[in-house]
Nanobody
Framework: QVHLVESGGGLVQAGGSLRLSCTASGRTSTRYTTGWFRQAPGLEREFVSAINSIGSDTYYADSVKGRFTISRDYAKNLVYLQMNSLKPEDTAVYYC?????????????????WGQGTQVTVSS
């Protein structure tokens, strides 16, 4: 069992930056593919970014490519999502998720563990 907690969300003006953190606890000796998803009101949950279990490969949605960067710190059981040049359309609840090393990174259905989410609001 893995417990995930997101932090770092908040209110920022367009063009600003935030760094989200996903802290894992529990069975952290197993390395997981970790993804970030987001859900805006009235919309489906969508893929944002992911990093594979060994940290060698990263994946990004086209809408965030070049603006967001995912990284992980195994020693601290943390996965970060650095978000730069934020836009109002980035406003959503951001969720961290963990899945096995064979998880297809962009599919929410492949992730077994989910955090409770953190709100990101970008004002224009």
């Amino acid at each position: 069992q893995v417990h995930l907690v997101e932090s770092g969300g908040g209110l920022v003006q367009a063009g600003g930056s935030l760094r989200l953190s996903c802290t894992a606890s529990g069975r952290t000796s197993t390395r997981y593919t970790t993804g970030w998803f987001r859900q805006a009101p009235g919309l489906e949950r969508e893929f944002v970014s992911a990093i594979n279990s060994i940290g060698s490969d990263t994946y990004y949605a086209d809408s965030v490519k070049g603006r967001f960067t995912i990284s992980r710190d195994y020693a601290k059981n943390l996965v970060y999502l650095q978000m730069n040049s934020l836009k109002p359309e980035d406003t959503a609840v951001y969720y961290c998720a963990a899945g096995s090393s064979s998880t297809r990174p962009v599919l929410a259905s492949g992730y077994r563990y989910w955090g409770q989410g953190t709100q990101v609001t970008v004002s224009s």
